[in-house]
């Protein structure tokens, strides 16, 4: 019965940052970023939970179960396991050289964030792959085996659904509407930017980039 628990304990603590909150991540820093400027925030926090969640159980295993990486399930999960860590500390660099660097960094960014994608979306499908080997590999829970390729199927297919939908929309952006908005002269423009506002004109209309400023690629002091 101790054996079982541990193995469900380590299915559940597998599956819940390494798919649940993977997803979550997902939803935060690319199919609904756009939702609230706090969505960056919440992806950095979810990205944290990630890394200890699967830290501090790898550490039990380690300890009570004395696990040794010698087969796929294993290595996989590994490997996983240190991307989690390398990926927190690629978006902290990332949001340092974001927001702080200010000469040159155009490129370094877009390869950092580039880097980030890649391997969140390489960590998900691995993690998913992982589960899977391991309810193949648990003799103590036959009748439990079907969740292994189910959670891959399932994970595929949300995935494959909110990319597509994702892709859809930035296909279908609409122009930036005029009507009914307020009309300012050259004059106040220029008075709201000496004051400290964060405008800007594209085309014919006035933005406020306020809520933007630190989500713009080539770092905030560009449009600050």
Not at 72 to 85: E, K
Not at 94 to 112: A, H
Not at 182 to 196: L, Q
Request: glycine content about 6%; hydrophobic content about 50%.
């Amino acid at each position: 019965m101790k054996e079982f628990t541990m193995y469900l304990l380590h299915a559940i603590f597998t599956w819940l940052p390494w798919t649940v909150l993977c997803l979550a991540m997902f939803i935060t820093n690319r199919w609904f970023a756009h939702v609230s400027d706090k969505m960056q925030y919440i992806h950095a926090f979810l990205g944290w939970l990630v890394m200890i969640l699967t830290l501090a159980f790898v550490f039990l295993l380690f300890v009570f179960e004395g696990w040794d990486v010698d087969d796929l399930h294993q290595i996989i999960g590994f490997s996983v396991t240190v991307v989690s860590v390398y990926m927190v500390g690629n978006g902290i660099a990332t949001y340092y050289v974001k927001n702080e660097s200010r000469w040159n960094s155009q490129q370094k960014i877009k390869l950092m964030r580039q880097t980030h994608k890649i391997l969140g979306f390489m960590s998900f499908f691995a993690g998913a792959i992982t589960i899977w080997l391991g309810f193949e590999e648990w003799n103590g829970a036959r009748n439990l085996k079907f969740l292994g390729p189910l959670n891959l199927v399932l994970s595929i297919v949300l995935f494959l659904g909110f990319e597509a939908n994702f892709q859809l929309m930035k296909d279908r952006e609409d122009a930036f509407p005029t009507d009914g908005y307020p009309i300012i002269s050259e004059a106040e423009f220029n008075i709201r930017v000496r004051k400290g506002e964060n405008l800007c004109i594209l085309d014919n209309l006035v933005l406020d980039l306020t809520n933007y400023v630190h989500q713009h690629p080539g770092g905030a002091f560009l449009i600050t």
